[in-house]
């Protein structure tokens, strides 16, 4: 059975200098807006308590642009400019749902430059991209083609820190569901690896990114030698950004390794509520796997399993998956981080640390998961019984917590 999803394309291009020129004037206007509209929001939001919606901050665009201090705004599209009014609205939702932090401004240096074009404001003509205000089509290496057919509905320009430019195409795409099968499997945040699986296995960061690190270490030491405003600290600073820009290169092909194969071989695949590890931060984990690749995993995970018809199970936060024997279920009272294997008080099973994280991750995974029923945990719990799906409701009965 196949399906239709929206799927991004992102490819690299090279802009004439009249075109980087419009894109760098675009991206300074989008910034400005989303930050004018943010300090409009946040004055009537700490002032009166009222929230702004996004037509009236859509008003307030069209009032500025009539300004002589802002009348520029008028010169590039309008279209990245609502956009960025859109995402703002966005932003405010999640913080009124309680699901996101207060937006935060933009700024020149830190955050990413982007300018995003809805289809009036592109034209999209035999595989060539023109955007608004721009004469001639960008110049995109197609390093992968776009599916058969396919009609960009939104397409996002960005320049990275490291000086390179993207575009990420937004299309429909068809999809086949794979067919089902009845492996699960539950999947660790490790310490000295980056995953482990219940399976046994211990997936590693890959081996570039310990060399890359260290090159950036390097990199970084070089770059608070120099000084300030100095035309070498200019190159330092982007030597920097391209060391970043291949690290983040190199993870993101090696999630999407992981992430494929996971939903590829498994009907569920079971994680922690990725928003723990940071809870719990220790610096080493952090080093290791920054939260950044996190999030990208769970998300990769979270519309790869969506598309292909398998199961994503976020397990509870505070379920205390390393102190569980995942044999018996006796949970130990302290499990300092640097112990890797221990041998269990109530059965005396021995357990490499992150292996019986991940079975236990399994186990409560499978307990709430809608396929539960079909993929039975393995695992008894103390009485003996087998955990099945009735006796599970609500999330976690059953299961020891601390
Ligand atoms: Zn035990």
Not at 69 to 83: I, K
Not at 309 to 314: C, D, M, S, Y
Request: aromatic share 8%; hydrophobic share 35%.
């Amino acid at each position: 059975m196949a399906r239709q999803v929206k799927r991004a394309f992102r490819y690299r291009f090279y802009p004439t200098d009249e075109q980087a020129a419009e894109l760098a004037r675009t991206f300074g206007c989008v910034r400005l807006v989303y930050n004018r509209a943010l300090e409009e929001r946040t004055r009537a939001w700490y002032g009166e308590r009222r929230r702004v919606s996004y037509v009236e901050t859509s008003a307030m665009l069209t009032t500025w642009k009539k300004t002589e201090e802002l009348a520029f705004l008028a010169e590039v599209s309008s279209v990245p400019l609502q956009q960025a009014l859109r995402h703002l609205q966005t932003a405010f939702t999640g913080f009124f749902a309680k699901r996101a932090k207060y937006p935060r401004f933009k700024s020149r240096k830190k955050s990413r430059h982007s300018a995003e074009y809805t289809r009036s404001a592109f034209r999209w003509h035999d595989g060539e991209l023109a955007l608004a205000k721009m004469s001639e089509p960008l110049s995109i290496v197609w390093s992968r083609p776009l599916p058969q057919g396919a009609v960009p509905s939104t397409v996002t320009v960005s320049r990275d820190a490291a000086g390179r430019w993207f575009v990420s195409i937004l299309c429909t795409d068809t999809v086949a569901r794979l067919e089902p099968v009845e492996q699960a499997v539950g999947v660790d945040a490790g310490i000295t690896s980056l995953v482990t699986l219940s399976t046994g296995e211990k997936v590693t960061n890959p081996r570039h990114e310990r060399r890359d690190r260290e090159r950036l270490t390097r990199a970084q030491k070089v770059l608070s030698r120099k000084a300030k405003g100095s035309k070498n600290r200019d190159k330092a600073r982007r030597k920097v950004a391209r060391i970043h820009a291949r690290i983040a290169d190199r993870r993101r092909d090696f999630l999407h390794k992981l992430s494929t194969r996971l939903v590829h071989d498994n009907q569920v695949v079971v994680i922690e509520d990725l928003n723990v590890r940071n809870m719990v931060a220790n610096h080493s984990l952090a080093r290791v796997i920054s939260d950044a690749a996190w999030r990208e995993l769970r998300s990769m995970l979270e519309y790869k399993a969506d598309w292909y018809g398998r199961e994503l199970v976020v397990i509870d936060r505070w379920f205390p998956s390393t102190k569980t024997c995942s044999q018996c279920g006796t949970i130990t009272q302290t499990m300092p981080l640097e112990v890797r294997d221990w041998e269990c008080g109530g059965c005396r099973t021995r357990h490499d640390r992150d292996v019986n994280a991940a079975k236990n991750i399994l186990a409560a995974g499978l307990a709430v998961s809608a396929c539960g029923a079909d993929v039975r945990p393995k695992r008894r719990k103390p009485g003996g019984r087998l955990v099945t799906k009735q006796e599970t409701q609500p999330v976690m009965v059953g299961l020891p917590r601390l």
